[in-house]
């Protein structure tokens, strides 16, 4: 998962030294990840200092080339998208070490994976009202992939073990719905400046994965915090 967000917001994005960013990433990714499984006790912090770690690395290695260094004032932003997306995938590992992490990701996971299928899905058959005129994602998609993402994470809730109940799995799936739809979202408008820019658009497959990988990301560090200072 973490190869894959980084191969397709890379290749959306275009960050400065394409290589070194990508081999920063794929160190950083690494590290996280033997990080998440192995300190004692499990806990964020580390993750945090990795993720500033790898920035920092990563914009070093955009400054060795004359035409990446004029890029890097303006693409940093982009750069720790891209870095803190690749650890973010880690924290879902460092949850199950963690009292009723496993079962939070498992709700998570549930309201964001069905918000983005409806919203998609819906947006196939039915994309109005439109959001936006450049933007082929409609408001009903929004809406109802919303709802029953909370639904089926409030389902989960229901026959996970204590904290868990229905509302406390619907509040949690609400939570996760709504910033994959968001995430999703951002990413289609993203896609839709750069063609009025002017810029080549990204990949199919590369467009098409963005959104999705890009939600389950951000979902990974709410699903923590959800855990530490909602259901504790």
């Not at 290749?11 to 990840?33: E, F, I, N, R």
């Not at 959104?211 to 990974?220: K, Q």
Request: aromatic share 8%; proline share 6%; charged share 10%.
């Amino acid at each position: 998962m973490q190869l894959l967000y980084l191969l397709a917001w890379i290749m959306a994005l275009h960050p400065p030294s394409v290589w070194a960013t990508a081999g920063v990433c794929v160190a950083v990714a690494v590290v996280a990840d033997y990080f998440a499984v192995s300190t004692t006790p499990a806990g964020l912090f580390p993750l945090v200092l990795i993720t500033l770690g790898g920035f920092v690395a990563a914009v070093v290695g955009q400054l060795f080339r004359a035409v990446d260094r004029k890029r890097v004032t303006d693409s940093w932003r982009t750069t720790l998208v891209i870095v803190a997306g690749v650890v973010a995938y880690a924290i879902p590992v460092l949850l199950t070490r963690q009292t009723v992490g496993t079962q939070t990701i498992v709700v998570c996971a549930a309201g964001a994976g069905v918000a983005l299928l409806v919203a998609r899905a819906t947006d196939a058959i039915f994309p109005k009202p439109r959001i936006a005129p450049q933007v082929p994602r409609g408001a009903t998609g929004v809406v109802l992939g919303a709802m029953l993402g909370t639904l089926a994470s409030a389902a989960l809730g229901s026959v996970l073990v204590l904290p868990f109940t229905p509302a406390k799995g619907a509040v949690i799936g609400l939570i996760a719905a709504v910033i994959a739809n968001l995430v999703d979202l951002a990413v289609n408008f993203g896609e839709a400046g750069r063609r009025l820019a002017g810029d080549a658009p990204t990949l199919w497959l590369a467009r098409h994965m963005q959104g999705p990988l890009g939600a389950f990301a951000l979902t990974a560090p709410a699903a923590y915090a959800l855990t530490h200072w909602y259901l504790q």
